[in-house]
């Protein structure tokens, strides 16, 4: 396959990446693994708390391929409770077209 590498560190395929948000505090990656590996092999797990004022957790996950990316992001976008009670977490490509202003002024959602 395809010999093409940018400059960057974030080797990865690009669609691959997934952000996850909404999640419990206390998020443990067993629990991102069962839920996700569902939809394909996931190669990277990383989890970032304590970061947000109400106490919920973020996450980005990386699958091996586009597809099974976009089949999580399907089977997510009716709403899925991680822990039921807690609301439906956010699931979304982290490195689309809109994923790479993360420094900037668009702010998600009415916070």
């Known amino acids: 396959g395809g010999g093409k590498g940018g ?7 690009p669609g691959t990446k997934l952000y ?8 443990q990656r067993e ?6 590996s569902t939809y394909g092999a996931i ?7 304590g970061k947000s004022k109400s106490g919920q957790a973020c996450a980005f ?3 091996g391929s586009p597809t ?6 399907a ?4 709403g899925y409770e991680i822990r039921p ?20 002024g668009g702010r998600p959602g009415p916070y």
């Open 31 to 36: 629990a991102l693994d069962m839920v996700f």
């Open 61 to 63: 996950l990386r699958y």
């Open 20 to 27: 996850v948000g909404n999640l419990p505090g206390d998020i």
């Open 85 to 104: 009670g807690e609301g439906h977490i956010i699931v979304k490509l982290a490195d689309g077209p809109a994923g790479k202003g993360e420094k900037g």
């Open 75 to 78: 089977a997510m976008a009716g």
């Open 7 to 13: 400059g960057k560190q974030d080797n990865g395929v």
């Open 43 to 49: 190669t990277d797990i990383h989890i970032m708390t």
């Open 68 to 73: 099974e990316a976009n089949n999580a992001i």
